[in-house]
């Protein structure tokens, strides 16, 4: 399974999710049809995907975002959210909010006084394949948004395609 960058699908809500995008990426994979997770099912497997050594980080994340005022997830039942998820506006996982969803793609997300960030779950389908696409946009709304983000980058870089490989790997096994 070969995960790849790719382009921000076009066209696609999280292009106009935010007013400005200061850092945008996005990681897909290819599969057969009928090895692709159904659309609605992505967001969950996301969230079941985290490598343990990665749920470390979200932890230390969650410590340091309490401590400067940012939104935490504290209080809030994932494991809930995750089994009651439908993939409709308005659910969330986590900090993750669905803002928007259409046939090929769900635009989870959340602002903050740091930053604004959208992340976008496509199944795109392409002659007996499927696209399965995560794209990230990011807009910093100040200084501390830019400072934060200067770690989360590369992690972020590093991070998504192995998710994506255990999504796909965790789907294929049900």
Same mark, same amino acid.
């Given at each position: ?31 057969? $049809? ?7 099912? *992505? ?8 490598? !343990?050594?990665?749920? @470390? *980080?979200?932890? *230390?994340?969650? *410590?340091? $975002?309490? @401590?400067?005022?940012?939104?935490? $997830? ?5 494991? $809930? ?41 496509? !199944? ?51």
């Amino acid at each position: 399974m070969t995960i790849y960058t790719c382009q921000l699908p076009h066209p696609s809500l999280i292009e106009g999710g935010l007013n400005k995008i200061d850092y945008t990426d996005s990681f897909a994979v290819t599969l057969p $049809a009928e090895e692709a997770p159904p659309l609605q099912q *992505l967001p969950v497997l996301f969230f079941h995907a985290f490598p !343990r050594w990665f749920g @470390w *980080l979200i932890g *230390l994340r969650e *410590l340091i $975002a309490g @401590w400067i005022g940012l939104k935490t $997830a504290k209080g809030i039942d994932i494991q $809930a959210e995750i089994d009651q998820f439908q993939g409709r506006e308005g659910e969330a996982i986590a900090l993750f909010k669905v803002m928007r969803t259409n046939e090929q793609e769900i635009m989870m997300g959340e602002n903050d006084q740091h930053l604004d960030f959208r992340l976008s779950f496509f !199944r795109i389908e392409k002659e007996g394949a499927v696209e399965i696409v995560l794209s990230t946009t990011v807009e910093m709304n100040n200084w501390l948004g830019r400072v934060y983000f200067i770690p989360v980058k590369p992690i972020h870089r590093l991070i998504v395609p192995i998710i994506i490989k255990r999504m796909i790997r965790q789907y294929q096994k049900t």
